[in-house]
């Protein structure tokens, strides 16, 4: 417990987050994103490759074709 108490965050590292929390994510962040929590959730077995993930995420946002 003494050791945790110990430990402090750079505080320009906490001014970074806190600049970053209260900006606003581009359609490629959220995208990139989403692809992301996708890949993260697949069983280790999946077949699901991360050009598909792609492909489909691409075809629900209206830009692209499922192949």
Do not use: C, F, W
């Amino acid at each position: 417990e003494e050791l945790m108490n110990a430990l402090q965050t750079d505080s320009r590292l906490l001014a970074k987050l806190k600049e970053s929390a209260g900006a606003p994510m581009t359609a490629d962040e959220i995208h990139r994103q989403r692809v992301s929590y996708v890949m993260g959730t697949l069983n280790a077995d999946s077949t699901l490759t991360r050009e598909k993930v792609e492909a489909l995420l691409l075809a629900k946002e209206g830009k692209g074709t499922a192949a």
